[in-house]
């Protein structure tokens, strides 16, 4: 079989376009990595601030629901308090702050003692065997639920418990008022970025989502989150969702919640990718058109 | 020459268009339950142990190389949302459905699957009807037969005396069982039923109202079929209006939510279980310990049968080599060889479970098995 020669033309055409190919890439590689590193840390430095700033607002709102709970436990008085008194004194500081959607006065039984007029039916219930009563460690001043079913309405909440003599005052917050404390960012932020806020086992507490909320999810990033906390960042690819992202986490001291910033990588870098995209199809059509003039 | 030199050109040319664009296949499992809602405890425990069996499973290296994903929906433990789900699944491409977990919503999911070549793995579900016919449908837990002979074998036993039966009207077709075998199993015995009380799960029961009728009735022991937390509702009201019935309960209700909202209301009550919370067996202590370091509390008989179930079929693909449902079917019913939490479990041809199940006493908020 006899070897044919290539033409002048064709091995000039050959060298040309390879030549270009490779200059495209070599600069295309030059550039895009300091570009991308460039938008990445400006990304970066902006959820950081973000995350922070979020975790310190909401754990101040968090401070006030507890204050809310410490006032109305300085303010009752056994020895000078009728029944009626002690529950129409919880009624008015609901009234006041309405983050809660029951209050309840735990004696050092586990036994119901007082609570909102509304929820009166429920005085004489014994707490005794929740996490709360038997969980709560001698060092502790707080108690911090993780997400449950509201017994009064069927809505997630949270019961956050304090100490009171030996018994406890305890407060079941309605998940919608942790949404709202971060709706303001949500707003500000939430088109390009997601904001997540779980709890210590990854329950979702705040999620653009709501039915990732009240149907009790596990974010699927929880154990990758608690890797990157107080600050850190990492890239992910999201295999299922064909997605990259840049993760930010930050954990609320309080109660160990964590507050997680997700923002899709091809939003964080712009448009590089996509240039990237047609450079790389320009050099494959160019491969097969001169592959086809051959 | 020409020819080879035009096709390595080509194939270049695919290859740097492929790495940009191909992503990693995995092997999606659905779970459908209640997750919203009175009663969705059921639900949102099943789903916490099947991510639980996932992660075990991803964390080994998967199965076949590829990763497991499990794809979660809410039914609403309504029949018509279960159905759209179950579609929505479907067209998502998934073949296996861990679920449902309620007996109410089988009369239209099992036809859906069935019709639909999926293979339907089912923790919860109980209802009798569905036993013995070979279908798209599998389940972990036995037929409800089996929880209300042995309850109504205590029931006579113990000799109550008058009877009565509170069921919630949400999960009717599994409440019906119950009702029917009791009524054949003690009618001719000493202990009688009083009566019958439905109540829905949306609408707070007057339980002043219930508790006034049952002591006009004469009731002094109560069959209670309902979930976990709206067994311990009524249990904190019977003992603040100072009735004391005798209460026997399902599998369906001996979770921890009634021990943790039940209190000290709940003791003295039995009921019967697959699952033994205080087992000691190295399998469950090593899943328990797992589960609460995922989900910080104890896990439920839902939680258990949804892992089990997540395993048998992961167990089944990898033996098979296979995700064809029917393949798999197959394997599950006819090679079944699987070691769950608490011991063997066997399925039959037609995916019925067979597993031990024992009677328990809530005792200073424990269950503590009753012998036989």
Redesign the interface.
């Known amino acids: 079989m006899r070897i044919k020669t290539p033409k002048l033309y064709e091995t000039l055409i050959a060298i040309g376009l390879i030549s270009v190919i490779l200059s495209m890439f070599l600069a295309w590689s030059l550039v895009s990595s300091q570009l991308t590193t460039y938008f990445v840390e400006d990304a970066k430095n902006q959820n950081i601030e973000i995350s922070t700033t979020i975790t310190a607002y909401v754990e101040d709102k968090l401070n006030e629901a507890v204050i809310h709970l410490k006032l109305i436990k300085e303010s009752i008085d056994l020895t000078h308090m009728s029944k009626d008194e002690i529950n129409a004194l919880i009624f008015r500081f609901n009234q006041i702050n309405q983050s809660f959607v029951d209050i309840e006065v735990i004696d050092s039984e586990g036994m119901v003692q007082y609570t909102l007029p509304q929820n009166s039916n429920e005085i004489g219930y014994d707490r005794s065997r929740e996490p709360f009563f038997s969980n709560f460690k001698s060092d502790a001043e707080i108690y911090w639920s993780s997400v449950q079913l509201s017994p009064y309405t069927n809505s997630n909440t949270i019961m956050i418990a304090i100490r009171y003599g030996d018994g406890y005052v305890i407060g079941y917050l309605d998940l919608k008022e942790i949404r709202a404390l971060s709706d303001v960012y949500i707003l500000s932020f939430g088109s390009t970025r997601n904001i997540t806020i779980t709890d210590q086992y990854g329950i979702y507490l705040v999620n653009q989502d709501q039915t990732l909320i009240d149907e009790r999810r596990v974010d699927p990033h929880h154990e990758m989150e608690m890797t990157i906390l107080n600050g850190k960042f990492m890239v992910i690819h999201e295999e299922s969702e064909y997605e990259t992202s840049l993760i930010t986490a930050s954990q609320i001291k309080s109660n160990g919640w964590i507050v997680t910033i997700s923002e899709p990588y091809q939003v964080a870098i712009g448009g590089i990718d996509y240039v990237l995209k047609i450079v790389i199809w320009f050099a494959v059509l160019m491969l097969l058109a001169y592959a086809l003039m051959l | 020459?020409?020819l080879k030199?035009?096709l390595s050109?080509?194939i270049?040319?695919l290859l740097?268009?492929s790495a940009?664009s191909s992503?990693?296949k995995?092997i999606k499992l659905g779970f459908v339950g209640g997750?919203?809602?009175?009663g969705?405890?059921l639900g949102?425990d099943g789903?916490?142990g099947a991510?639980l069996a996932v992660k075990t499973i991803n964390a080994a290296g998967g199965v076949m190389g590829r990763?497991i994903?499990l794809v979660?929906k809410?039914d609403q433990s309504d029949p018509e949302v279960a159905l759209s789900v179950d579609q929505e699944l479907v067209d998502l491409g998934v073949r296996f459905i861990i679920g449902h977990m309620i007996s109410g919503v089988a009369t239209k999911t099992v036809p859906f699957v069935n019709e639909h070549n999926v293979l339907m793995i089912s923790p919860t579900i109980a209802k009798d009807s569905l036993s013995t016919i070979d279908d798209h449908f599998i389940r972990v837990i036995p037929s409800n037969v089996t929880q209300a002979t042995l309850l109504s074998e205590t029931i006579i036993k113990q000799n109550p005396g008058r009877l009565g039966i509170l069921y919630s009207n949400n999960n009717l077709l599994f409440a019906e069982t119950f009702i029917q075998i009791l009524t054949d199993n003690i009618a001719n015995q000493e202990t009688k039923i009083g009566g019958s009380f439905a109540f829905d799960v949306?609408t707070k029961p007057d339980?002043k109202k219930l508790v006034e009728d049952l002591k006009t009735l004469k009731i002094n022991s109560l069959l209670i079929i309902a979930s976990g937390?709206e067994v311990a509702?009524f249990a904190?009201?019977f003992?603040?209006m100072a009735f004391h019935p005798t209460v026997f309960l399902p599998a369906w209700a001996m979770t921890n939510d009634l021990?943790?909202?039940?209190?000290?209301?709940i003791d003295g009550y039995f009921g019967v279980n697959y699952t033994q919370t205080n087992s000691t067996a190295p399998e469950y202590i090593q899943f328990k310990t797992s589960f609460i370091k995922?989900?910080?509390?104890e896990p439920t008989f839902a939680a258990i049968m949804a892992y089990e179930s997540v395993m048998l079929t992961v167990n089944a693909i990898i033996s098979s080599q296979s995700t064809d449902p029917m393949i798999i079917k197959k394997k599950i019913t006819e090679n079944n060889d699987y070691h769950g939490v608490f011991g063997d479990l066997l399925i039959d041809r037609t995916g019925d479970a067979s597993r031990a199940i024992r009677l328990f006493e809530i005792v200073d908020?424990q269950f503590v098995m009753v012998k036989p």
């Open positions: 020459m020409k030199y035009k050109l080509i270049a040319g740097l268009f940009c992503p990693k995995t997750l919203t809602g009175s969705s405890d949102v789903m916490y991510l990763d994903e979660i809410n949306n339980y937390d509702n904190q009201n003992a603040l021990i943790v909202k039940g209190g000290k209301a995922e989900h910080g509390a908020g």
